[in-house]
């Protein structure tokens, strides 16, 4: 069955630094996306992504993060300065294109700020 | 802005006996609703939708009630099995808008299947 893929599943990272967050969808999907989990809280959308170019996306979704779908398989957000609240769970998700939106999600990938 | 609102964090019930999951919203442009259920350690895994056009939608054990009117969806789950405890989220969309289907998640309510 296909899958979302997420890499790491687990970053530990200094305040301060930069973080790349890694994700392989479903081959024939077009639609992308971002949401993330703080420990306690619900899931919050971050960012949509649909032909190479972001769709739609939060208020959380200030200058610092950025997201980019390099080569045509790996869609990565990347937070540029990474802050303690910014700790939590990141799921990608993507879906077909069509009425159905249906979300498959990836296992998530835990970030923590130090 | 808490528009999906999941009111019960938690809910416990007997295998073999019946689990009502309930979700409320806010905004009247949401057209289209999921349950995902979630262990932990995996993501979301989507469970049943319903569109707005329907007032019921039923998939096995499964089924979910949509009344527009209240803004109120429930989910009903029947029997209740032990492999069913997991946080349940509810989510919208507004299929209509320019945002890529962006979902709406409520808080989640965590059930626990008793045997």
């Known amino acids: 069955e296909p899958e979302v893929t997420q890499t790491p599943s687990h970053q530990v990272t200094q305040m301060g630094q930069e973080v790349i967050l890694r994700c392989v969808p479903i081959?024939?999907?077009?639609?992308f996306y971002w949401y993330r989990q703080i420990l306690g809280q619900k899931v919050e959308f971050l960012v949509s992504?649909?032909?190479?170019?972001?769709?739609?996306k939060s208020e959380i979704f200030d200058d610092q993060f950025s997201v980019e779908r390099p080569d045509g398989s790996n869609f990565t957000l990347k937070i540029r300065s990474t802050k303690l609240e910014d700790s939590a769970m990141y799921f990608c998700?993507?879906?077909?294109?069509?009425?159905?939106?249906?979300?498959?999600f990836g296992q998530g990938t835990r970030l923590t700020v130090v | 802005d808490q528009q999906v609102k999941q009111n019960s964090p938690s809910l416990s019930v007997q295998e073999g006996r019946i689990s009502i999951l309930n979700c409320d919203y806010t905004?009247?442009?949401?057209?289209?609703f999921l349950w995902y259920k979630k262990y932990p350690a995996e993501g979301p895994t989507f469970l049943i939708s319903?569109?707005?056009?329907?007032d019921k939608n039923e998939d096995g054990r499964f089924t979910v009630f949509l009344n527009k009117s209240a803004k109120h969806l429930s989910l009903h789950i029947v029997p209740s099995q032990p492999g069913d405890s997991a946080v349940y989220f509810c989510a919208a969309s507004d299929t209509n808008s320019n945002s890529g289907y962006a979902l709406n998640f409520g808080k989640g309510t965590s059930l626990l299947v008793t045997p």
């Open positions: 081959s024939n999907h077009l639609y």
């Open positions: 905004n009247s442009m949401f057209d289209y």
């Open positions: 319903i569109s707005s056009i329907k």
């Open positions: 998700a993507s879906t077909s294109q069509g009425l159905n939106t249906e979300a498959f």
């Open positions: 992504f649909y032909n190479n170019e972001i769709s739609e």
